[in-house]
Nanobody, 119 residues
Framework: QVQLVESGGGLVQAGGSLRLSCAAS????????MGWFRQTPGKDREFVAD????????RYADSVKGRFTISRDNAKNTAYLQMNSLKPEDTAVYYC????????????WGQGTQVTVSS
Protein backbone atom coordinates (compact mmCIF):
# COMPACT_ATOMS: atom_id res chain seq x y z
CA GLN A 1 0.00 0.00 0.00
CA VAL A 2 1.22 3.47 -0.86
CA GLN A 3 1.84 6.03 1.90
CA LEU A 4 1.81 9.70 0.96
CA VAL A 5 3.68 12.65 2.49
CA GLU A 6 3.11 16.20 1.28
CA SER A 7 5.55 19.07 1.57
CA GLY A 8 6.08 22.54 0.17
CA GLY A 9 3.24 24.44 1.74
CA GLY A 10 3.71 27.81 3.36
CA LEU A 11 2.85 31.50 3.34
CA VAL A 12 3.06 33.44 0.09
CA GLN A 13 1.80 36.78 -1.15
CA ALA A 14 -0.90 37.01 -3.76
CA GLY A 15 0.57 36.59 -7.21
CA GLY A 16 3.34 34.37 -5.92
CA SER A 17 4.12 30.71 -6.53
CA LEU A 18 4.57 27.53 -4.56
CA ARG A 19 5.33 23.97 -5.54
CA LEU A 20 3.84 21.16 -3.52
CA SER A 21 5.40 17.73 -3.51
CA CYS A 22 3.87 14.39 -2.63
CA ALA A 23 6.38 11.66 -1.88
CA ALA A 24 5.02 8.14 -2.04
CA SER A 25 6.40 4.98 -0.50
CA UNK A 26 6.10 1.61 -2.14
CA UNK A 27 7.18 0.11 -5.43
CA UNK A 28 3.86 0.46 -7.22
CA UNK A 29 3.61 4.26 -7.36
CA UNK A 30 3.60 4.28 -11.15
CA UNK A 31 0.33 2.36 -11.30
CA UNK A 32 -1.63 4.90 -9.26
CA UNK A 33 -3.59 7.89 -10.39
CA MET A 34 -2.47 10.86 -8.28
CA GLY A 35 -4.60 13.80 -7.26
CA TRP A 36 -4.53 17.01 -5.29
CA PHE A 37 -7.47 18.23 -3.24
CA ARG A 38 -7.91 21.14 -0.87
CA GLN A 39 -10.09 22.00 2.08
CA THR A 40 -10.91 25.12 4.05
CA PRO A 41 -12.63 25.20 7.45
CA GLY A 42 -16.33 24.50 7.25
CA LYS A 43 -16.20 23.38 3.63
CA ASP A 44 -16.02 20.03 1.90
CA ARG A 45 -12.78 18.86 0.43
CA GLU A 46 -12.62 19.91 -3.21
CA PHE A 47 -10.86 18.50 -6.23
CA VAL A 48 -7.95 20.54 -7.58
CA ALA A 49 -6.18 18.39 -10.17
CA ASP A 50 -5.21 14.84 -11.01
CA UNK A 51 -2.91 12.94 -13.29
CA UNK A 52 -3.05 9.48 -14.80
CA UNK A 53 -0.56 6.72 -14.02
CA UNK A 54 1.60 7.44 -17.03
CA UNK A 55 1.28 11.19 -16.71
CA UNK A 56 -0.32 11.43 -20.12
CA UNK A 57 -3.69 12.73 -18.94
CA UNK A 58 -4.44 15.54 -16.52
CA ARG A 59 -7.57 17.24 -15.23
CA TYR A 60 -8.05 20.51 -13.39
CA ALA A 61 -10.75 22.30 -11.50
CA ASP A 62 -11.96 25.35 -13.38
CA SER A 63 -10.79 27.58 -10.53
CA VAL A 64 -7.13 26.64 -11.06
CA LYS A 65 -6.91 26.06 -14.82
CA GLY A 66 -4.09 28.04 -16.37
CA ARG A 67 -2.49 28.71 -12.98
CA PHE A 68 -1.74 25.25 -11.51
CA THR A 69 0.14 22.38 -13.13
CA ILE A 70 0.17 18.81 -11.89
CA SER A 71 3.02 16.51 -12.80
CA ARG A 72 4.71 13.34 -11.62
CA ASP A 73 8.09 11.68 -11.69
CA ASN A 74 7.56 7.94 -11.45
CA ALA A 75 11.29 7.34 -11.07
CA LYS A 76 11.23 9.45 -7.90
CA ASN A 77 7.84 8.23 -6.66
CA THR A 78 6.74 11.86 -6.42
CA ALA A 79 3.85 13.95 -7.64
CA TYR A 80 3.92 17.72 -7.81
CA LEU A 81 1.55 20.64 -7.91
CA GLN A 82 3.05 23.83 -9.28
CA MET A 83 0.88 26.75 -8.21
CA ASN A 84 1.36 30.12 -9.91
CA SER A 85 -0.52 33.41 -9.70
CA LEU A 86 -1.81 32.44 -6.30
CA LYS A 87 -4.89 34.16 -4.93
CA PRO A 88 -6.11 34.55 -1.34
CA GLU A 89 -8.98 32.18 -2.17
CA ASP A 90 -6.40 29.44 -2.82
CA THR A 91 -5.69 29.40 0.91
CA ALA A 92 -6.45 25.89 2.18
CA VAL A 93 -4.97 22.66 3.42
CA TYR A 94 -3.83 20.76 0.35
CA TYR A 95 -3.99 16.99 0.31
CA CYS A 96 -2.30 14.52 -1.96
CA UNK A 97 -4.32 11.44 -2.87
CA UNK A 98 -3.89 8.22 -4.80
CA UNK A 99 -6.17 5.61 -6.31
CA UNK A 100 -5.76 2.46 -8.31
CA UNK A 101 -6.88 2.75 -11.94
CA UNK A 102 -9.78 0.37 -11.35
CA UNK A 103 -11.13 2.32 -8.34
CA UNK A 104 -13.44 5.27 -8.92
CA UNK A 105 -12.70 7.21 -5.73
CA UNK A 106 -9.43 8.36 -4.24
CA UNK A 107 -8.86 6.20 -1.19
CA UNK A 108 -5.28 6.90 -0.12
CA TRP A 109 -4.54 10.27 1.48
CA GLY A 110 -1.63 12.24 2.83
CA GLN A 111 -1.73 14.29 6.00
CA GLY A 112 -2.08 17.63 4.23
CA THR A 113 0.02 20.76 3.96
CA GLN A 114 -1.15 24.30 4.67
CA VAL A 115 -1.03 26.92 1.94
CA THR A 116 -1.77 30.50 2.96
CA VAL A 117 -1.96 33.30 0.41
CA SER A 118 -1.93 36.82 1.82
CA SER A 119 -3.50 39.75 0.00
Amino acid sequence: QVQLVESGGGLVQAGGSLRLSCAASGRTFSMYYMGWFRQTPGKDREFVADIASSGGSTRYADSVKGRFTISRDNAKNTAYLQMNSLKPEDTAVYYCAARSPWVAQYDLWGQGTQVTVSS
